[in-house]
Antibody
Framework: EEQLVESGGGLVKPGGSLRLSCVAS????????MSWVRQAPGKGLEWVGR??????????DFAPPVKGRFAISRDDLRSTLYLEMNSLKTEDTGVYYC???????????WGQGTLVTVSS | SYVLTQAPSVSVAPGQTATIPCGGD??????VHWYQQKPGQAPVSVVY???KRPSGIPERFSGSNSGDTATLTISRVEAGDEADYYC????????????FGSGTKLTVL
């Protein structure tokens, strides 16, 4: 059974940094593209960024609000996806979900999410 | 950037049919995907590529897409269908690459 488990969330001050991890199991992690999607408290879903599979080039793309501040990487040997967040702002507060990404289409499978709170 | 428009809420009695629209400019030319999110839980894919259902999703969930509106239809609604429903498309030609609608809260009366 496919499973994605996020960790690394917590409370951080504005301007600070945080790294989220997502450990995958139940499928061959190296194959799918992967994305991060976030949800501010009481709000809707917002795509954050994605990373291609290594076989497809491993390139990353980001939504405008996080471009230049966030980075995504993957360790296929450890079946782990990462989201490195820098220069955090209060508006980055929310639950961050790790998802599989059907290569420029949809997000078939989601983790349970990890909460990031940016506050002084 | 591309915008998807959803009504904030839809209400339906048990056993009836719920229709949840998602509006977007020429959305019929794109593939539309739908997610169900219950309180405190992660989203779950319920329809993809306009009308396909992932494994394990009941046949009561169906989708259509034409012109400027895509629609998620839930037949024989049950209390357990009460949730937020989001539509989503891949844009590709502009930022952001993926766009979600604002979500529709389905209330089962």
């Amino acid at each position: 059974e496919e499973q994605l488990v996020e960790s690394g969330g917590g409370l951080v001050k504005p301007g600070g940094s945080l790294r989220l991890s997502c450990v995958a199991s139940g499928f061959i992690f190296s194959k799918p593209w992967m994305s991060w999607v976030r949800q501010a408290p009481g709000k809707g879903l917002e795509w954050v960024g994605r990373i291609q599979s290594r076989a497809d080039g491993g390139a990353t793309d980001f939504a405008p609000p996080v471009k230049g501040r966030f980075a995504i990487s993957r360790d296929d040997l450890r079946s782990t996806l990462y989201l490195e967040m820098n220069s955090l702002k209060t508006e980055d507060t929310g639950v961050y979900y790790c998802t599989t990404d059907r290569a420029s289409a949809n997000f078939p499978f989601w983790g349970q999410g990890t909460l990031v709170t940016v506050s002084s | 950037s591309y915008v998807l428009t959803q009504a904030p809420s839809v209400s339906v009695a048990p056993g009836q049919t719920a229709t949840i629209p998602c509006g977007g400019d020429k959305i019929g030319a794109r593939s539309v995907h739908w997610y169900q999110q219950k309180p405190g839980q992660a989203p779950v894919s319920v329809v993809y590529d306009d009308h396909k259902r992932p494994s394990g999703i009941p046949e009561r969930f169906s989708g259509s897409n034409s012109g400027d509106t895509a629609t998620l239809t839930i037949s024989r609604v049950e209390a357990g269908d009460e949730a937020d429903y989001y539509c989503q498309v891949w844009v590709g030609s502009s930022d952001p690459l993926y766009v979600f609608g604002s979500g529709t809260k389905l209330t089962v009366l």
